[in-house]
């Protein structure tokens, strides 16, 4: 429910009255000011809640308005301050009222953006791009595998844990380097060659590993020429 001025020379609610009296278009002295306070009471008196910061902007509205309408009504004291001399309450009001209009725009224009958010809807981000499948050529990953295997069966065991001086570690960075050394002649070379400095059985699957990294970067290609034999690593073509 909202609040509405009911007087003899106007009806309707309340912003709209102190607009008419901002542009001139009604004089001040034709409200009752009186009637309005009344009018306002009896509106708070039905609302179930009561909003604070409504009721003084109210009040601080209606006391300009008092004001106002005493400047008009009351005569001026002989030799008192002049006119130019004090603060115009009716252009103090004006300028109020624009303010509380500059908000009310503002409110409105954010209760429209609300709405329309409503009926937006965010754009979906496309599902990422996935890397393309490793191309092993004619080499399967169950060739790689074995060949690993074959590795792994061919290492020494490890020695015993009291000969064992500090844990051996390397990192397939690390491996990638290697490998890229070993083909930076342009020549190929062989999976099992790779794997002659390898000291451990971690450094083995490691280096299998870097391997993958650079197929799948497509750094490398590799082929085997015949069933069970050695697998061959060269540059890929550009």
């Not at 599902?127 to 074995?146: K, N, T």
């Not at 020695?159 to 020549?187: K, N």
């Amino acid at each position: 429910m909202t609040y509405q001025v009911k007087l003899e020379v106007f009806e309707g609610p309340l912003d709209l009255l102190l607009s008419l009296i901002r542009r001139q278009e009604l004089e001040i002295t034709a409200i009752s000011l009186a009637a309005v306070t009344d009018q306002y009471l009896a509106y708070m008196e039905q609302l179930q809640e009561i909003d604070p910061g409504a009721v003084a902007s109210f009040l601080e509205v209606a006391a300009q308005l008092v004001l106002i309408k005493s400047r008009y009504l009351l005569p001026r004291p002989a030799g008192g301050r002049t006119e130019e001399d004090e603060e115009d309450p009716a252009e103090v009001l004006a300028q109020r009222l624009r303010e509380y209009a500059q908000f009310k725009e503002a409110a409105q224009a954010l209760r429209s953006r609300e709405a329309q958010g409503l009926r937006a809807y965010v754009r979906v981000a496309p599902p990422p791009e996935l890397p393309r499948r490793v191309d092993f050529g004619d080499v399967s990953l169950e060739d790689l595998l074995a060949a690993v295997r074959e590795a792994l069966d061919a290492q020494p065991p490890a020695p015993p844990v009291s000969e064992v001086v500090e844990p051996i570690t390397v990192t397939i960075d690390e491996r990638i380097r290697a490998i890229r050394q070993a083909l930076s002649s342009g020549r190929p070379v062989t999976f099992r060659s790779l794997l002659h400095d390898c000291r451990s059985r971690i450094e083995i699957i490691v280096t299998f590993l870097g391997l993958l990294e650079l197929m799948k970067a497509r750094e490398v290609a590799v082929r085997q020429d015949a069933l069970f034999g050695d697998i061959t690593i060269s540059l890929a073509a550009e």
